[in-house]
């Protein structure tokens, strides 16, 4: 008798289990999900924000700003005077980005006013891929968040204590909302835009420059549906936002106005620097990202026609900072300042790589998802971490210099102290100097001089308890050379401290101080 094997159905082999069945549709949902993406992008933010390696100590702007935001905390709860007047000089408003960061300083140290900066570039990132989303789809707004987030110097701005990434996060905030408002119609969210741009404003007034790119979003964006309408709603938002302003400065900003005509309406150019090596510099820095976006450019156009209007603004916003900047030659910050524009350029990328991807987490395109992985490990990823290591670690760490020169300072405590952008110094030992003893190499007022003058009457009048000097700035010459040359014997060398930058002596801290310095200081 023959035994008689009985195959089992392809029916049965072909059913899924009750796990599996289970567990798929989970694991989509969860990599379909856009806030799960934006919560990866901003851990590797975190990650490339805070990996080793990175200068310790306050940058000279970061001490400025951390220093005067508690400056600025005391004069409202204490009524410390502040005789800087510091909204004359500060390129964005003094009571705003920098009291953020005095508190994120006050509980976590340089770290946490750091943090500040990295918060406001993770909001940054979570708009971009709003905006995106509204754009071009979910996926183009992931894939461009990601594209934002690994640019070197967007990682810079995330590490900076600065006004930068404040102003950068308003500014795609607004644009994010601007898009969703003008898609479904719904002006009962224009004056938040208002607040958005001018808090942009506010934090660094060269957002000025993106008010109007983010105003004609809003009109091509909402162009198709509501034509005019969509008119009408881009000039109110402009005009809103640059009445907001007018307002607040009106009422309670006057002391600003002086600020914001020296150090951006008016700007007098602090470092030369021509056309090409700029360019240059845009190569360096976001090249391979404005290709991408050119690129993202083109296919929207050619596959959807109807979008040139918002291809074009979101070209503009990508590339009129930068064009500006070059236009008069300003190479100071030129670094931080590329990174604005990927606001406009992100969505861009975003829709060349979905292009590749595809339009659903649902029906991915394996070998495009893997041309994209290959894009941003061989090129974003790497480019990013090499340009921001490079720009994180080129100022001196004055680590150093600190303890000699608390010493000095306790030898003539009530003395006016002068130092060569002291700003860090300032920051490092604000518990210890009375703000008003301060003084830098930049100007000096003293007995009804200023300039060469001054310094020089207040030298030989032993107007200095502490001398500390790089070299670095005309007037620091000039002191160096009265004190070297003995038109003064009143001052003798306390301290010789080399100044490092990755590993090389490049320069030393001079530190001086009273041969007879009185009991009192």
Request: aromatic residues 12%; hydrophobic residues 50%; glycine residues 8%.
């Amino acid at each position: 008798m023959t035994a008689t094997l009985i195959e089992p159905s392809a029916s049965v082999w072909l059913q899924p289990t009750t796990r599996t069945s289970t567990v798929r549709p989970a694991v989509i949902r969860v990599v379909s999900s856009v806030w799960w993406w934006v919560s990866l992008i901003a851990a590797g933010q975190v990650v490339m924000a805070f990996r080793p390696g990175y200068n310790s100590t306050a940058f000279e702007d970061e001490g400025l700003y951390v220093y005067m935001g508690h400056r600025m905390i005391d004069h409202w709860f204490h009524g410390s005077f502040i005789k800087e007047y510091p909204g004359s000089y500060f390129s964005g408003a003094p009571a705003f980005y920098p009291v953020l960061a005095a508190i994120g300083d006050y509980f976590a140290g340089l770290n946490g006013a750091r943090a500040v900066s990295l918060l406001f570039a993770v909001i940054a990132m979570v708009a971009i891929c709003g905006l995106g989303t509204e754009l071009f789809g979910k996926i183009a707004g992931v894939l461009g968040a990601a594209a934002f987030a690994a640019n070197g110097s967007v990682i810079m701005l995330s590490h900076f204590a600065t006004y930068d990434s404040c102003m950068m996060a308003f500014i795609a905030c607004a644009a994010w909302l601007t898009a969703y408002t003008a898609k479904r119609d719904m002006l009962v969210w224009v004056p938040a835009v208002w607040v958005l741009l001018a808090c942009a404003f506010f934090a660094k007034y060269a957002g000025a420059v993106y008010i109007p790119v983010v105003a004609l979003l809003g009109a091509a964006v909402g162009w198709q549906k509501l034509r005019w309408a969509a008119v009408r709603q881009s000039v109110l938002i402009l005009f809103g936002t640059l009445a907001l302003i007018y307002a607040a400065l009106a009422i309670n900003g006057q002391s600003l106005i002086k600020g914001i005509v020296t150090t951006t309406v008016s700007r007098h150019i602090l470092t030369y620097a021509s056309t090409s090596s700029m360019l240059n510099e845009v190569r360096s820095w976001i090249g391979p990202w404005l290709l991408l976006g050119a690129l993202g450019a083109v296919y929207v156009v050619v596959r959807r026609p109807s979008q040139i209007g918002t291809v074009l603004v979101l070209a503009l916003g990508s590339v009129g900072g930068i064009a500006q900047q070059i236009h008069i030659h300003e190479q100071t910050s030129f670094s931080k300042h590329v990174a604005f524009g990927l606001i406009f350029t992100a969505p861009l990328i975003g829709a060349l790589f979905s292009s590749l991807v595809g339009a659903s987490w649902h029906s991915v395109k394996v070998v495009g998802l893997i041309a994209v992985a290959v894009v941003f490990a061989g090129t974003l990823v790497p480019s990013g971490s090499k340009n921001s290591r490079q720009q994180l670690t080129f100022w001196i760490q004055d680590t150093s210099l600190l303890a000699p020169l608390q010493q000095a300072v306790t030898r003539t405590p009530n003395k006016h102290i002068l130092g060569e952008s002291p700003s860090p110094e300032k920051y490092a030992l604000r518990k210890v100097v009375r703000p008003e003893l301060w003084n830098d190499t930049y100007q000096l007022f003293y007995k009804g001089e200023h300039g060469l003058p001054a310094f020089r009457r207040a030298v030989l009048e032993d107007h200095f308890g502490v001398i500390f000097l790089t070299s670095t700035t005309p007037y620091g010459k000039y002191v160096q050379n009265m004190i070297t040359t003995k038109q003064t014997k009143d001052y003798r060398l306390l301290s010789k401290i080399p100044r490092i930058r990755r590993s090389g002596v490049v320069g030393y801290w001079l530190v001086y101080g009273l041969r007879n310095p009185t009991p009192d200081g």
